[in-house]
């Protein structure tokens, strides 16, 4: 087991990711912090207000402390109160064409101690997508490539981390998902490091696979007002879930992370409108009523 290893791949695949953003924003490029502290380091890194990408933020950090935070005991609760290690990097892009999705990935590894002192690992994370309007080729390429990065492992991982995407990137006050899911995972420990870390790798290595074609497709198509108000009005879902349900948020705050760095996954713009209505059989429409539920896309 080795923290110093997982840190290591975080930080190549932070570099990869931002790398292959700025090649799509030739005028723009991410702010690069770099702040250690007395609990550990953070790389926070955001790119904002780019031609093509409104704002996109890939996070490096690596935190210790005396006392796992409440949101990551809440499934583990013997190690309340135990010494811990944690290094993850999560990211978030936002597009500022409509019709060009948002996306979202997070790896994560935790070490602790019990209080008898038994040494205790696990992993996290996984990738899912947000679209503003459906597109079925795009929807089966993204699951295609989640498919192809937990296949080696286990022929079951796929279908349960999809399984598992879909219900936890839920809004039950909503009765919606907030995309078309992709992958999820926690607490995954088989007992072989090697190999769980792994399959931590090559989630990240597939990541960039799965979302730049899709990008890069819907990028350049032309659009005006009305998928603009849309895009927003949806983006105000993406924030409901964030501040009312996403796991890692509650991490972020209770843990003492840095706010900014917290708070950087939220669209930098959003509305809300009173008791919105979609027009009846339009490509709005065809979103929430063909993309915001659970389905087999891979057996379409």
């Not at 996984?126 to 286990?154: C, M, N, R, S």
Request: charged fraction near 25%; charge should be negative; proline fraction near 6%.
């Amino acid at each position: 087991m080795s923290v110093a290893a997982v840190k290591s791949y975080f930080l190549s695949l932070q570099e990869t990711i931002c790398s292959a953003i700025e090649e799509r924003e030739p005028q723009s490029s991410f702010n690069r912090k770099h702040i250690e502290h007395e609990r550990g380091l953070s790389k926070p890194q955001v790119l904002s207000e780019g031609q093509h990408i409104e704002k996109a933020a890939v996070h490096f950090t690596h935190v210790h402390g005396k006392s796992l935070p409440p949101a990551a005991t809440k499934r583990k609760p013997e190690l309340s109160g135990c010494a811990f290690e944690a290094v993850s990097i999560s990211l978030i892009i936002h597009p500022r064409n409509p019709y060009a999705p948002t996306t979202h990935a997070n790896l994560r590894h935790f070490e602790a101690k019990s209080e008898n002192g038994t040494h205790i690992w696990w992993f996290g994370g996984g990738f899912d997508l947000t679209p503003y309007y459906g597109f079925l080729e795009d929807a089966i390429h993204w699951h295609q490539q989640a498919k192809k990065a937990v296949d080696d492992f286990g022929v079951d991982l796929y279908p349960k981390m999809k399984a598992a995407c879909d219900q936890y990137f839920f809004l039950p006050h909503r009765n919606e998902t907030r995309g078309v899911g992709g992958l999820f995972f926690e607490d995954h420990n088989t007992g072989d490091f090697k190999s769980d870390f792994a399959l931590v790798q090559s989630v990240g290595d597939h990541f960039l696979p799965a979302y730049l074609p899709i990008y890069d497709r819907r990028n350049p198509m032309p659009y005006g007002q009305r998928e603009r108000s849309h895009q927003l009005w949806r983006r105000g879902r993406y924030v409901e879930f964030n501040l009312l349900y996403d796991r890692g948020t509650k991490y972020g705050l209770q843990s003492g992370r840095r706010i900014e760095s917290v708070m950087a996954s939220m669209p930098p713009v959003v509305n809300w409108t009173y008791d919105h209505q979609v027009e009846a059989d339009s490509e709005e429409a065809k979103l929430l009523n063909d993309f915001l539920h659970p389905r087999d896309w891979l057996d379409l």
